[in-house]
Every structure is written in structure tokens, then in C-alpha cells.
């Protein structure tokens, strides 16, 4: 009886010791948000941007340079910034050629190789790209557009980016963290010449791969053409050539594709692991005007499916039943420690 004692004195106590380390990290994980969540309401931008539309804009009621050019068109572009505090502040700027990231929304961040004309050579900032603008007052920036001489028809598309220079951390306190937060803008850039062209897509090659940690299939959709495709509707279906099943399907509404850019179609395959093996995708992409179907046969080799299907997150998931069901199992045996331990008094105090 003593054994037994001893044995369910150690089990309950493992099991509230199990329960208050799940209680403490998250708690810790509530109190790590709001910490977020109070700095960066606590944290203000500082400055705003405004672009000084010129003539040449193609439409006047936007904000963003949406500019109607010719070939060997030579322009200077100005924006304004604006420094709303009280102190003097060192605001940095870049140009940046636009492309399709993996959500299918159009960025400003690197070029596509594919790209005849990157943004980055068409425009360039006057003067140093670090400018100090005054406490409550302003700074006016230029930069020169040189359109290539030959005759181009299409879009070329890119963003100005104002970036405010955070002030270096001079000390540390022993026991917390130094957080810089960084605040930017960006100006749309885009360049009209000549007629726009029909859009034109292609699919390129498809491969097993991983997005945000999370492993999938990754067919690449290729805009060759140089105009912005709206408003996309994807629909894809994986069929394995092995046994002719449907192992998945996918579809994704209002994708944004740039010009001259690739994007590569996020099929994930969540909790279900990659198998190699020989597959075919059937992909149809369609807005209001147009619609291009694709099919191709790509392979999974097996080292590929167990590069991905380790390193995935979805194998690392936290299964929230299991704490549920540990809980459940702990108030159990406390409840049943608690009967025993009444039982034992009962039967004493008869004796």
C-alpha cells in the first residue's frame, strides 16, 4: 500500500508539473505578443512621401507615377518627404524593379532575369541616396528616367522606396532585447510606351519545393509579355501517372502577375507528404479577357521528396488534442488520487 502510495504521489506530481510548464510558455507566448503589439503602436513612421505628378501622367487622379513615355525620353521625377517629428531624420531611397512573389501579388523588390528592361537601369537617383530632412519640415528628391532609344511596346513596371535609417542601439540592458523597427514607403513606378501588347503566358518547369518552410509543388507560370495580367483564377490538378489517382487540387482567385515576371504557383501539400514518383499537372489560368490552359509531366525524385518532406513544418506541428487529452488524463488521476486519499481517512476514523 505504501508502494502504491508513493507511486501515485509521483505520478500527480509529474502531471501538475507538466500542466504548469504549459501554462507558463503560454503565457509567455501572450505576454511576447503584447510586448510586440504595444511597440510598434508606441513607434511612429515619422515622415510621410508624395509623388509631383507631371504632365505626362496617363492618369492624374493617381498617386504613383503612371507615366506615358517614348523611346530615348529623357525626365526628371520628384517626390516630396515629409518629416512629421521633432528631430531630424535620415530617410533612405532606391529604385526597385516590380515582380510576382509567391502569393501572387505584385512587389517591388528583385527583378525577373527574363526582364528586357529593369527599372533600376531606366531610372536613377540624383545626389546622394541618403537624404537628412529638417525637423517638421521637408525634403524634395529627384531622379532622372532615360528610356532606352529603341521602340518598345509594353509596360515596364517598378516602385521608389523611402526607407527611414533607424538610429543605432548605443547600449544594452542586460536581460531585455534591442529592438530596431524599420518604416518605408514605396511610389509605383510605371512606364507605358508604344501599344500594349497582348498578354502572354507559359508554363515552365514543375518541381517539388518548399514556401515559408512548407513543402509543395511549384508549377512556374511565365508572363513573357510586357503588361500587367489582373485579376487571374487559378485551378490545377495533380494526377499521378503511377496509379492515376488525384492526389490534389488547388485553386487561387484575383492573382496579380507583372510584367516580364514568373510565378511560382504555390500547390502545398499540407500535412500529406511527397511522394516520389512520375506526376502530370493540368493548370488553368483565366481572367475576364483571356484564358490559357497547360499540362505538363514532371517527376519527384526520391531525394527530393526527403529534402522536403524533412525539412517541412507541417511534420512539426503542435497537436493541440494530445495537451488536451494529458490534461484531461492528470485531472483524472488527481480526481482518483483525491477518492483514495477519502477512502483511506473514511476507513481510519471507522476503526
Avoid at 154 to 168: A, E, I, P, Q, T
Avoid at 201 to 222: E, H, S
Avoid at 279 to 285: P, S
Avoid at 327 to 334: D, E, K, R, T, V
Wanted: proline share 4%.
Amino acid at each position: 500500500m505504501q508502494l502504491m502510495k508513493r507511486i501515485m504521489v509521483a505520478l500527480a506530481c509529474l502531471v501538475l508539473g507538466l500542466q504548469a510548464g504549459l501554462v507558463t510558455s503560454f503565457a509567455a507566448g501572450d505576454a511576447s505578443s503584447k510586448s510586440s503589439s504595444q511597440a510598434s503602436q508606441s513607434n511612429d513612421i515619422g515622415f510621410s512621401v508624395a509623388a509631383k505628378i507631371p504632365s505626362n501622367q496617363l492618369d492624374q487622379h493617381q498617386s504613383y507615377f503612371d507615366l506615358k513615355m517614348t523611346p530615348g525620353r529623357q525626365q526628371k521625377i520628384q517626390t516630396t518627404i515629409y518629416n512629421v517629428t521633432n528631430a531630424e531624420i535620415k530617410v533612405q531611397t532606391a529604385i526597385h524593379t516590380a515582380y510576382t512573389n509567391g502569393n501572387g501579388i505584385i512587389e517591388y523588390v528583385t527583378p525577373d532575369p527574363s526582364l528586357k528592361y529593369r527599372m533600376s537601369q531606366l531610372t536613377t537617383i540624383d545626389g546622394p541616396k541618403t537624404v537628412t530632412i529638417p525637423a517638421n519640415g521637408s525634403k524634395v528628391v529627384t531622379a532622372t528616367i532615360k528610356m532606352p532609344k529603341a521602340a518598345f511596346n509594353g509596360v515596364v513596371l517598378g516602385g521608389w522606396y523611402f526607407k527611414r535609417v533607424s538610429n543605432k542601439v548605443t547600449g544594452h540592458v542586460k536581460g531585455s532585447m534591442n529592438i530596431a523597427n524599420q518604416y518605408s514607403y514605396v511610389i509605383g513606378l510605371k512606364y507605358t510606351m508604344g501599344k500594349l501588347p497582348a498578354p502572354q503566358l507559359k508554363l515552365d518547369t514543375v518541381t517539388a519545393g518548399m514556401q515559408n518552410y512548407r513543402r509543395g509543388i511549384f508549377p512556374q507560370l511565365r508572363n513573357v509579355s510586357a503588361v500587367i495580367v489582373p485579376k487571374l483564377t487559378l485551378k490545377a490538378k495533380l494526377t499521378s501517372k503511377n496509379s492515376g489517382k488525384v492526389v490534389k487540387t488547388f485553386s487561387q482567385k484575383d492573382v496579380q502577375l507583372a510584367p516580364n515576371s514568373v510565378y511560382k504557383v504555390p500547390i502545398l501539400t499540407g500535412t500529406n507528404r511527397l511522394q516520389a514518383g512520375t506526376y502530370h499537372v493540368h493548370l488553368v489560368a483565366q481572367n475576364q479577357d483571356h484564358r490559357w490552359v497547360f499540362d505538363k509531366d514532371f517527376v519527384i525524385s526520391t531525394a527530393a521528396a526527403d529534402k522536403y518532406n524533412q525539412a517541412s513544418v507541417d511534420n512539426s506541428g503542435i497537436n493541440v488534442g494530445w495537451f488536451i487529452l494529458f490534461g484531461a488524463l492528470g485531472m483524472l488521476i488527481i480526481g482518483l488520487i483525491g477518492v483514495l486519499i477519502f477512502l483511506k481517512i473514511r476507513k481510519r476514523r471507522r476503526a
